[in-house]
């Protein structure tokens, strides 16, 4: 059975050259199974997915790749099955030239409880968002990996302030470091540290539920996009 969303959203975004989704997803509510996410893909895609050893990883693969093909197939008139994308070599997935869908962008990403998905007509796009509980050793990966401003910021808030912040500018570079199709390891240095920071306009945050934290980044947001940026919460299980 395929998801159906509202024609409002779909509607919207057929016909703006500039539309943007975000949508959020409780993780706990999508009932998982194999089974009930076949009909949308091809063997070879099963087969691929059924390769992801992490089974986790592996639900959250299938999860994403069925919202974004149940949404195109409604929005452009076409099977999900026929919604098929190729991989970057860092691994990012996108729609390949002579697709038919390569003018669309996307990008998805997840914590324990929640994900998000952002599917866009520009781009290219990079999403992340935390957990505001999430435990990490945010002064050492602070003091490695921040530039010396955002290090500064920190040091002059509360401490429990400092952290959620630290969430925000965390997800915010890496937002950036996934819109430009970059591994962690490869633009995390010193001496790339204040280039991050040029990026920062580049991004926007999501209306998140306060438990989390979030950012987009795209090169150029068009003007009708809001800030921070609205998301669409999707509250069914698959299948349901």
């Known amino acids: 059975m395929d ?12 016909e703006n050259d500039d539309s943007l989704i975000v949508f959020l997803y409780e993780l706990e509510k999508w009932v998982y199974s194999e089974k009930k996410f076949e009909w949308a893909f091809n063997v070879d895609e099963l087969t691929a997915l059924r390769r992801i050893k992490n089974e986790d990883q592996r639900r959250l693969s299938f999860i994403w790749r069925v919202i974004l093909k149940s949404f195109l197939s409604q929005v452009l008139k076409k099977s999900a099955i026929d919604v098929q994308f190729a991989l970057s070599e860092s691994g990012k997935p996108f729609f390949p030239k002579k697709s038919g869908f390569e003018h669309i962008k996307f990008n998805a990403s997840h914590t324990q409880s929640h994900g998000v998905l952002a599917i866009s007509r520009f781009g290219p796009l990079g999403i992340d968002i935390e957990s505001v509980d999430r ?49 962690v390891a490869n633009i995390f240095d ?19 539920p306060k438990n989390l934290v979030g950012h987009l980044a795209c090169p150029k947001f068009p003007l009708k996009v809001t800030n921070p940026i609205s998301v669409f919460k999707l509250p069914f299980p698959v299948n349901a």
């Open 190 to 208: 010193s001496q790339n540290q204040e280039m991050l920071v040029s990026f920062y306009p580049n991004t926007k945050p999501l209306d998140l």
């Open 3 to 14: 998801l159906v969303f509202d024609q409002k959203i779909t509607q919207q975004f057929d």
């Open 135 to 183: 435990v990490v050793d945010w002064k050492s990966v602070a003091n490695r990996f921040f530039s010396r401003q955002d290090r500064e910021r920190l040091t002059k808030l509360p401490k429990k302030e400092a952290k959620e912040e630290f969430l925000r500018i965390w997800t915010r570079i890496e937002a950036i470091i996934k819109m430009n199709d970059d591994k």
